[in-house]
């Protein structure tokens, strides 16, 4: 008794879904509107996978992967930047060797649990007015307490037009068929993850991502909100 942080105090949304469902958009936008934080949990997944490669450890071995968490300091700027010690890291995180190893690191249950306190501690940073958390099990799990639980829903093949759409602007060679094969890849590796697989829960409210403007999202998200007394 006693090990588990009373994080009530504040109010906290959740997003969950899928790889590519634009939550982080969403929740990014979000937080920003609300004047709150924004905490990109899959952002510090992939730190803590980029300081695992720093030190050339094996993102494979738990103990590894826990004693690199141990030694850094993992904080999240107001924007949901992720910083490592101090350092702002962006398109590092986005390489396709973190894409590779970040699995690795996510698939440790000991290194979910030491990580989820980290995220949690974020509601007890001064200055800190209310957070936005999206990831897989931002609702589930880092914030089972959250005062709105939302779970952001699009169908895959929506989700790999807009990802090979997002590669065509960025002038990436990419074709939609490998597009969808490796999200379909990453939904079957984030739900074998037990209790931190993405899931629709009881208290989740749906959020049909497929046709709708960031605005129109950002409309039904700040309704829901005020909705459930979150915000004045
Ligand atoms: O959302 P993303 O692609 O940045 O997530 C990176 C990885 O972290 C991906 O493998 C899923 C994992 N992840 C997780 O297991 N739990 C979370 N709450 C967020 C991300």
Same mark, same amino acid.
């Given at each position: 008794?006693?090990?588990?942080?009373?994080?009530?105090?504040?109010?906290?949304?959740?997003?969950?879904?899928?790889?590519?469902?634009?939550?982080?958009?969403?929740?990014?936008?979000?937080?920003?509107?609300?004047?709150?934080?924004?905490?990109?949990?899959?952002?510090?997944?992939?730190?803590?996978?980029?300081?695992?490669?720093?030190?050339?450890?094996?993102?494979?071995?738990?103990?590894?992967?826990?004693?690199?968490?141990?030694?850094?300091?993992?904080?999240?700027?107001?924007?949901?930047?992720?910083?490592?010690?101090?350092?702002?890291?962006?398109?590092?995180?986005?390489?396709?060797?973190?894409?590779?190893?970040?699995?690795?690191? +996510?698939?440790?249950?000991?290194? *979910?649990?030491? %990580?989820?306190?980290?995220?949690? /501690?974020?509601? !007890? #940073?001064?200055?800190?007015?209310?957070?936005?958390?999206?990831?897989?099990?931002?609702?589930?799990?880092?914030?089972?307490?959250?005062?709105?639980?939302?779970?952001?829903?699009?169908?895959?093949?929506?989700?790999?037009?807009?990802?090979?759409?997002?590669?065509?602007?960025?002038?990436?060679?990419?074709?939609?068929?490998?597009?969808?094969?490796?999200?379909?890849?990453?939904?079957?590796?984030?739900?074998?993850?037990?209790?931190? +697989?993405?899931?629709?829960?009881? *208290?989740?409210? %749906?959020?049909?991502?497929?046709? /709708?403007?960031? !605005? #129109?999202?950002?409309?039904?998200?700040?309704?829901?909100?005020?909705?459930?007394?979150?915000?004045?």
């Amino acid at each position: 008794m006693g090990t588990e942080p009373q994080f009530q105090s504040l109010p906290v949304v959740t997003l969950d879904g899928h790889s590519g469902s634009g939550k982080s958009t969403l929740a990014q936008r979000l937080a920003e509107r609300l004047g709150w934080s924004y905490l990109d949990s899959g952002a510090w997944y992939r730190a803590l996978t980029w300081a695992v490669l720093e030190v050339k450890g094996d993102t494979r071995d738990s103990q590894v992967v826990l004693n690199t968490l141990s030694s850094i300091r993992i904080e999240s700027n107001p924007k949901g930047q992720v910083l490592v010690n101090g350092q702002l890291l962006g398109n590092e995180l986005r390489t396709a060797i973190i894409d590779h190893h970040v699995s690795n690191v +996510a698939d440790h249950v000991i290194v *979910r649990e030491a %990580l989820n306190q980290r995220m949690r /501690q974020m509601l !007890e #940073e001064p200055g800190v007015q209310g957070l936005v958390a999206d990831g897989r099990d931002a609702g589930t799990v880092i914030f089972p307490d959250a005062g709105l639980m939302v779970f952001v829903e699009v169908p895959l093949e929506v989700r790999a037009q807009r990802r090979f759409e997002q590669n065509q602007r960025k002038g990436i060679d990419s074709n939609l068929s490998d597009v969808t094969a490796a999200l379909a890849n990453r939904d079957a590796r984030d739900a074998a993850r037990g209790d931190a +697989a993405p899931q629709i829960t009881k *208290r989740s409210r %749906l959020l049909d991502n497929s046709n /709708q403007t960031v !605005e #129109e999202a950002i409309g039904c998200l700040l309704e829901w909100t005020a909705k459930n007394r979150l915000v004045r």
